[in-house]
Nanobody, 126 residues
């Protein structure tokens, strides 16, 4: 059975950086686009960034543009989210998911993703 595990979260001061990792065990998702989403308490899951199966195409939420960078290492079967200049409003549980269907352009819609991990908590203090 495929499992996805996120890691790299933590507590950081505003302006700091974190790098999140998303690794799949059991198989890799090298033919799938992958996405990062986040969910704050009392709020719906929202899109952060996504990357195509090849790594050649990325999309970002407006809130992430210029601060976050998504990348993937296909040899390791891992997707990363480098987060710089963090703000208190970035505080949330960050999840990664696999976009259904192979060789597709990355989507911003959470409904198109599955194989969600448990998430990793990111807390940004002011």
């Amino acid at each position: 059975q495929v499992q996805v595990a996120e890691s790299g979260g933590g507590l950081v001061q505003a302006g700091g950086s974190l790098r999140l990792s998303c690794a799949a065990s059991g198989r890799t998702f090298n033919n799938n686009a992958m996405g990062w989403f986040r969910q704050a308490p009392g709020k719906e899951r929202e899109f952060v960034a996504a990357i195509s199966w090849s790594g050649g195409s990325t999309v970002y939420a407006d809130s992430a543009k210029g601060r976050f960078t998504i990348s993937r290492d296909k040899a390791k079967g891992t997707v990363y989210l480098q987060m710089n200049r963090l703000k208190p409003e970035d505080t949330a549980v960050y999840h990664c998911g696999r976009q259904r269907g192979i060789l597709r352009a990355p989507s911003k819609l959470a409904s198109e993703y599955d194989n969600w991990g448990q998430g990793t908590q990111v807390t940004v203090s002011s």
